[in-house]
């Protein structure tokens, strides 16, 4: 396994031996990886997330395309249905 020189932070350096000294990490080595981890799992969620986005929004440009939309006169209404939305959208993710 490759070594890599890093700078810590004071705060850094004390968090990292807090958690060995806690028995929960064997080495400071452990702890870098399990971050790494958790910035690697943060990464993923974050490209699906935005996968995600990118697919709704091809489907909303293609449904404008097929000249599927509302209008609203006024804003009041516009608010009105997008929380209704939001709240059916809400209640299925709860499901």
Excluded at 2 to 24: F, M, W
Aim: proline share 1%; hydrophobic share 40%.
């Amino acid at each position: 396994m490759p070594t890599r020189n890093v700078v810590l932070t004071k705060h850094q350096e004390d968090l990292i031996q807090a958690l060995v000294e806690s028995g929960r990490y064997q080495n400071a080595s452990e702890v870098l990886r399990e971050g790494l981890r958790l910035v690697e799992q943060r990464e993923a969620e974050a490209a699906t997330k935005l996968d995600a986005l990118r697919d709704a929004a091809r489907v909303g440009v293609a449904a404008l395309d097929r000249g599927e939309f509302r209008e609203f006169e006024r804003v009041e209404d516009l608010q009105a249905y997008l929380n209704d939305l939001s709240e059916k959208v809400i209640s299925r993710t709860a499901e």
